[in-house]
């Protein structure tokens, strides 16, 4: 019962935080320009400031770890790889692409962050899950969105280019950069700034989880049963049980288990769905996965919360 409790406590805030964004937006306090403009400022703002201000007040040379790196990058490749080799059992090529990348993008730097900081106060390791497997998201998402686009478009030029830019100029990955140049030069963070970064850093979690809850659907979720139902499982179950007792094995234990049990295991980001959409698919196998993933994994990583406390690894 205690280790139940210990897992509740870690994920029932997290998900309440989303059920009142998705309220608000029920009664019409919140809007769906509203959240959109909401999870952008998060993105922007308040969540690169946060992931900053966690690596510039620590010591980074004591905090780097690049066995956990190198573990999140090659899994996260796996990931796709699978992904990929699964979406070939798909009779519509169209859809191949947002299938794949719909498996194995998760929200990581959010909800990453979220349980992290529910259960040890701070960010603590998630910005070097963070370094091993966004860029790799992202790179992968526009590679396997144009190979399987309805429209058979080429990845030119222009498109890398593009992708290369958004990865240099990704407000998230500024902040990270940043907090470890900070940390490295060991720079001093004055008390005025330390409390202004800290104010600021302090609204990502809790805007970002409503904007999330406030743009869920329930009309959309079941878009493509097949197809989204097994991309589901996929996101929230089936490389979690491939990859998860590989880590535990490797000897993560605590908050390196929590971030990669979040980078394999949590909800589909809801970029997925832009990102589709702006690259010529339809979108809606993305956002019928984009919903049942948050939903489920309500109950999901719950679930594994309990398993590794039960075992001592958390």
Same mark, same amino acid.
């Given at each position: 019962m205690e280790n139940l409790i210990f897992s509740?406590?870690?994920? &029932?805030?997290? *998900? #309440?935080?989303?059920? #009142? %964004?998705?309220?608000?937006?029920?009664?019409?306090?919140? !809007?769906?320009?509203?959240?959109?403009?909401?999870?952008?400022?998060?993105?922007?703002v308040p969540l690169p400031v946060l992931l900053f201000q966690d690596l510039a007040t620590v010591d980074f040379y004591e905090m780097w770890d690049g066995k956990f790196v190198?573990?999140?990058?090659?899994?996260?490749?796996?990931?796709?790889?699978?992904?990929? @080799?699964?979406?070939?059992?798909?009779?519509?090529? /169209?859809?191949? %692409?947002?299938f794949i990348q719909a498996s194995y993008r998760s929200s990581a730097a959010l909800l990453g962050i979220a349980f992290i900081q529910n259960i040890y106060g701070s960010a603590g390791i998630a910005p070097l899950m963070i370094i091993g497997s966004v860029p790799l998201y992202n790179i992968m998402a526009v590679v396997v969105l144009s *190979? *399987?686009?309805?429209?058979?478009?080429?990845? !030119?030029?222009?498109?890398?280019?593009?992708?290369?830019?958004? &990865? +240099?100029?990704?407000?998230? +990955?500024i902040g990270?950069?940043?907090?470890?140049?900070? /940390?490295?030069?060991? #720079?001093?963070?004055?008390?005025?700034?330390? =409390?202004?970064? $800290?104010?600021?850093?302090?609204?990502?979690?809790?805007l970002g989880l409503m904007a999330m809850g406030a743009s869920f659907d329930f009309k959309k979720a079941l878009g493509q049963k097949g197809p989204a139902v097994a991309a589901s499982f996929l996101k929230l179950a089936g490389f979690g049980a491939l *990859?998860?007792?590989?880590?535990?094995a490797m000897g993560f234990r605590q908050? =390196? #288990?929590?971030? &990669? @049990? &979040?980078?394999? %295991?949590?909800?589909?980001?809801?970029?997925?769905?832009?990102?589709? =959409?702006?690259? !010529?698919?339809? %979108?809606?196998?993305? /956002? $019928?996965?984009?919903?049942?993933?948050?939903l489920g994994?309500?109950?999901?990583?719950?679930?594994w919360l309990y398993i590794f406390r039960t075992l001592g690894m958390i």
């Amino acid at each position: 019962m205690e280790n139940l409790i210990f897992s509740l406590n870690a994920t &029932i805030p997290v *998900f #309440l935080l989303m059920v #009142l %964004g998705l309220a608000l937006r029920k009664i019409g306090w919140i !809007d769906e320009g509203f959240a959109s403009k909401m999870n952008q400022f998060v993105f922007r703002v308040p969540l690169p400031v946060l992931l900053f201000q966690d690596l510039a007040t620590v010591d980074f040379y004591e905090m780097w770890d690049g066995k956990f790196v190198l573990f999140c990058f090659v899994v996260t490749f796996l990931e796709i790889f699978l992904a990929g @080799l699964l979406s070939l059992l798909l009779k519509d090529r /169209s859809t191949r %692409g947002e299938f794949i990348q719909a498996s194995y993008r998760s929200s990581a730097a959010l909800l990453g962050i979220a349980f992290i900081q529910n259960i040890y106060g701070s960010a603590g390791i998630a910005p070097l899950m963070i370094i091993g497997s966004v860029p790799l998201y992202n790179i992968m998402a526009v590679v396997v969105l144009s *190979f *399987f686009s309805p429209e058979r478009k080429n990845l !030119d030029g222009a498109t890398v280019k593009k992708t290369l830019k958004g &990865i +240099i100029t990704n407000p998230i +990955i500024i902040g990270i950069l940043v907090g470890m140049a900070w /940390s490295l030069l060991r #720079l001093p963070l004055p008390q005025i700034a330390q =409390k202004t970064v $800290s104010s600021i850093g302090a609204t990502a979690t809790p805007l970002g989880l409503m904007a999330m809850g406030a743009s869920f659907d329930f009309k959309k979720a079941l878009g493509q049963k097949g197809p989204a139902v097994a991309a589901s499982f996929l996101k929230l179950a089936g490389f979690g049980a491939l *990859f998860l007792p590989l880590a535990a094995a490797m000897g993560f234990r605590q908050e =390196k #288990l929590v971030a &990669i @049990l &979040i980078m394999l %295991g949590s909800a589909t980001t809801v970029s997925c769905y832009v990102m589709a =959409k702006n690259m !010529d698919h339809e %979108g809606t196998l993305t /956002s $019928s996965v984009v919903m049942l993933t948050t939903l489920g994994s309500a109950f999901t990583v719950t679930a594994w919360l309990y398993i590794f406390r039960t075992l001592g690894m958390i």
